[in-house]
């Protein structure tokens, strides 16, 4: 009688089955390889987690603007274009971190050129960014030069920039301002809504961290729409690795990883739990909400007239306001962080802000004058901004006696 | 304010906001007391009062209006086209154009036999009438924006009267009127600067001194060196133009009387022709 083996390890596999398991031994590993080297869409890393990973992204206006320091540079480079009419400014735009990111520039105003050596050789004999001049008579004080794309070194490996740069001169002194119009970007679904989710990066600190950026937040369907750091609307945010946003509240990190040396940036997050507290908005038209100072950094999309945000304490929000078009915004001033907004499990929180806006005056004496301020102020006496492109018109005054009109006029800014 | 504004008035704020709100804000009321004449009349009435002193008392001097009026228009004129900024200038000049015109009326009384006293009763006069302008022209309400008029004018005042008494200094020789112009306008800027500098050291020192723009330092200077020359050029013109304000000028300047004309020679008296004797017979 055959004595049956009862025994845990396998039996030898038949020569089919073992070419089977190693075939998908090998795609299961290729797959995971793959994975690990291409962009990793939104999607899940664990339960809890969501991957997003950035794509680079030129916008046509600036998103964020960089005050670059000038170093005068007294003595001629090594190879210099040929000579120009006009003055000739020399310097360096000093980037902070790596000293490596310095590059050297020669401007010929009259010209409306600018030479700029990016290999950080001496030579800036290669072509020139042009920038209309329309005044050929009289001196130059400012231009700008578009379409500039950089490389610049951070601890991650070398970054895109693409910016418009703005020289001025100030006396004897140049400045210059970078109009930065690259960003990263992903798309990320939490609870089935879509996001555009991104990085906007300050100058770079040489750390190649980007805890020095702004997040990008705003609904997927909004991602055409152009942005700024300062528009005041709140479409970016501090970066924040403990985030609430869409109810739930998060860790956020930015992982980082490089593709032919150019960092790729992704953010995951991960779902936190967090005892939550009745927040209770009673203005009209808000679209947004940012809470910071607290547990959490608070992002309120849209938000209804009651909340559940993180129990904490926080400074005063951050406010954008739209209905048909008209938008308008509330940026907290340092003056108002002694005010903090508690939040507690028990008893609801009220923030008495939003619309509708109020075209506010006081009245002073100044003398024989009569001092008017104006304000547009919230529900909660707030003070909003108007989101308007290029420069708005002013707002106007009235001044009656015995309902006749005595006086009128525009409010100056100041 | 029109000066006759007086009592309740309603004041509204318009913007279009949109969706977000009402494009005209509420009325909000105020109870707007008119200035009262008495203190606004208070420099010019100061002025007449110098006019009936007994120097004064001749046509030659009611001239100091003219001077006094151009200035007034000047600034009414010019206020439209500056920018709001520059507003409580205004009052300065208005205050330093009363003091000037209160010490060419009493220079008589502010000449002394020494070159310093004169300057120190020049500046004591120019400061209490300027003061005396300036102050009236103010409401119990002081704001920040009142005392950075004052200290200007209190700049202005001190810099014209050094100015002055350097000039008659160097023109004691000679009274020559284009002269006198430019080194006044020299002077000016010089002691605008001297006085300017030091603060301007001091922001530097604080800045860490790596940034220094020197327009920064001298286009306001000068600019205000040229403003303060501005409103002294009409008592200057008035100066040159009026034997009587110009003997003013020249005493408070300490400069030397000219020589009286010299007369002409006299041609040899030739005794009138006597009547022919033959007549006489």
Redesign the interface.
Known sequence: MAKRETSFLPRPWPGNAWTAWVTLVVLLLSGLLLLAAVPVPSGSTSSNAVLVSLEYQEAERAVVNWGVPVSAQITPFKKEPAAASGKIIRGIFIFSGAASNSIPFLWQPKAGRLYLDTNRTQDLTGDPFKAPVADTTGPVYEQTFTNVHLLLNTASGISRVLADILLYEYGSQSMSTFEVRSFWQGKLTLQGRDWQAGLVQYMPNGSGSFDNSRLLLRPWERRNQPFNTADGLQATVPFSRKLFLDGRAWQLECLTRSHDAEPSPALQFTEQSAPLGELKITGQFVQRVILAGGPFLVVLDQPAASVQVPAGSYNQPDIALEQNGAAAYCVSSPSQTGRRISVSANTPAVLNVGGPLTNSVTVSREGRDLDLDYMLVGAGGESYKMATNGLPKPPAFAVYKDDKKIGSGEFEYG | ??LT?D??????????????????????L?D?VK?GMAS?LLPWLAILALLALTPNRRAAAWLIWLPLGCLIAINKAAQPLLP??TDFLA?AITALGAGLGAVWLLSNYLRRQYRFITFLCVLLALAGFSVLAFVS???L?L?P??FEVAIALAVSVMTTAVALGFCGLICRGRYRPFGLYVWLLLLLAVIWLVIAAPFFLIQMIAQGGD??????FFLPVLAAAAVNFAVLLPFLILSSASPFFRERLKALLHVKPEPPPVPPPLAPSVPPPLPDAALKA
Do not use: C, H, N
Not at chain 2, 8 to 28: E, T
């Open positions: 304010m029109p504004a009592g309740p008035l309603a004041v509204v704020a318009s913007y279009d906001i949109g969706a977000l709100g009402s494009k005209d804000g509420p009325r909000v105020y707007w200035p606004l709001s900024e009052d022209q103010q409401t309400s704001s924006e009142t940034f220094v723009d020197w327009s920064d």
